[in-house]
């Protein structure tokens, strides 16, 4: 099973920024279209975004819009997800995971959750 390992993670005030990075364990990510989802206490891991292996192309809920960039570096192996204008309401626990179909909004995730990043937001 395909397994990820996610970094970068930490506490900042609101309008602040961090940058997580997610890695996959003995396996090429190249091969995979990603997505970063996150979760907060007591609710099931939402998708906010991914990025095809194909083109490159993104999706973003609206949530993060204007304010999170996915990217890839197929070279070293990985995918990151840059965070700016970080508000209270991004509070969560940020998994990232290959998507077994593409970004499409049907595609589900292919592999298993890693232990995540935690980002906490205070104001």
């Known amino acids: 099973q395909l397994q990820f390992v996610e970094s970068g993670g930490g506490s900042v005030q609101a309008g602040g920024s961090l940058r997580l990075s997610c890695t996959g364990s003995g396996f090429a990510l190249i091969h995979y279209s990603m997505a970063w989802f996150r979760q907060a206490p007591g609710e099931e891991p939402v998708r906010i975004s991914c990025?095809?292996?194909?083109?490159?192309?993104?999706t973003y809920a609206d949530s993060v819009k204007g304010r999170f960039t996915i990217s890839r570096d197929d070279a070293n192996n990985m995918v990151y997800l840059q965070m700016n204008n970080l508000q209270p309401e991004d509070t969560a626990v940020y998994l990232c995971?290959?998507?077994?179909?593409?970004?499409?909004?049907?595609?589900?995730?292919?592999?298993?959750w890693g232990q995540g990043a935690q980002v906490t937001v205070s104001s």
């Open positions: 990025i095809n292996n194909i083109n490159g192309g993104t």
């Open positions: 995971v290959a998507m077994g179909r593409g970004c499409g909004v049907i595609s589900q995730k292919y592999g298993d």
